[in-house]
Nanobody, 122 residues
Framework: QVQLVESGGGLVQTGGSLRLSCAAS????????MGWYRQAPGKQRELVAG???????NYADSAKGRFTISRDNAKNTVYLQMNSLKPEDTAVYYC????????????????WGQGTQVTVSS
């Protein structure tokens, strides 16, 4: 019984910034990984940035130097600060998390948020 809810998407001009948030709720024991994926029309969903419970991060090459992922463990929330946005960043951004629930200790499952639209105009 886990839900991920994203927020913070919207329409910005090239060079602008957005901050995405994803809050996980439910019977959570631990969140081992949280990340942001994006999917543009007609394209495969791709990892943009991810962060482990140990604080290790990974970024897509296109995001390096512009995006920063962080998490607030107390709030079960992950953030994606996106700066210097480009039109090619336009996509639906999805939050994903690998979570061990209190009902299934020792077993990890993946969960997806509903997605939030990010549109960058020139």
């Amino acid at each position: 019984q886990v839900q991920l809810v994203e927020s913070g998407g919207g329409l910005v001009q090239t060079g602008g910034s957005l901050r995405l948030s994803c809050a996980a709720s439910g019977s959570i024991f631990s969140i081992r990984f949280m990340g942001w994926y994006r999917q543009a029309p007609g394209k495969q969903r791709e990892l943009v940035a991810g962060i482990t419970d140990g604080g290790r991060t990974n970024y897509a090459d296109s995001a390096k130097g512009r995006f920063t992922i962080s998490r607030d463990n107390a709030k079960n929330t992950v953030y994606l600060q996106m700066n210097s946005l480009k039109p090619e960043d336009t996509a639906v951004y999805y939050c994903y998390a690998n979570i061990i629930t209190t009902q299934t200790l020792g077993a990890m499952s993946g969960y997806w948020g509903q997605g939030t639209q990010v549109t960058v105009s020139s």
